[in-house]
């Protein structure tokens, strides 16, 4: 498990690894490298807050979030906005 956290930002993990929230955060900004700083920032602060929701809900894999879990996490937002 360790080795799955130990790799590079821009290495693909194994098909039988599962892919820890954090790893997943890293590995989408790492795509979006080409877009504007202002974005990535935007990224880097909703998907913080995404992951900090999840480890408080015993999340830490990507695998361990379920469509039911996002919905939850949208509805413990303080904001409510016209887009939900």
Do not use: C
């Not at 820890?20 to 955060?25: H, P, Q």
């Not at 909703?46 to 939850?72: C, F, I, M, P, Q």
């Amino acid at each position: 498990m360790q080795e799955a956290h130990a790799r590079t930002i821009g290495e693909q993990p194994k098909a039988a690894e599962p892919v820890s929230l954090e790893r997943a955060v890293q590995m989408f900004i790492t795509k979006k490298s080409g877009k504007l700083k202002e974005a990535k920032r935007k990224y880097w602060y909703a998907l913080d807050r995404l992951k900090v929701w999840a480890v408080r809900n015993g999340r830490h894999y990507l695998t361990d979030l379920t469509e039911s879990d996002l919905e939850r996490y949208r509805a413990s937002w303080g904001l409510k906005s016209n887009h939900a």
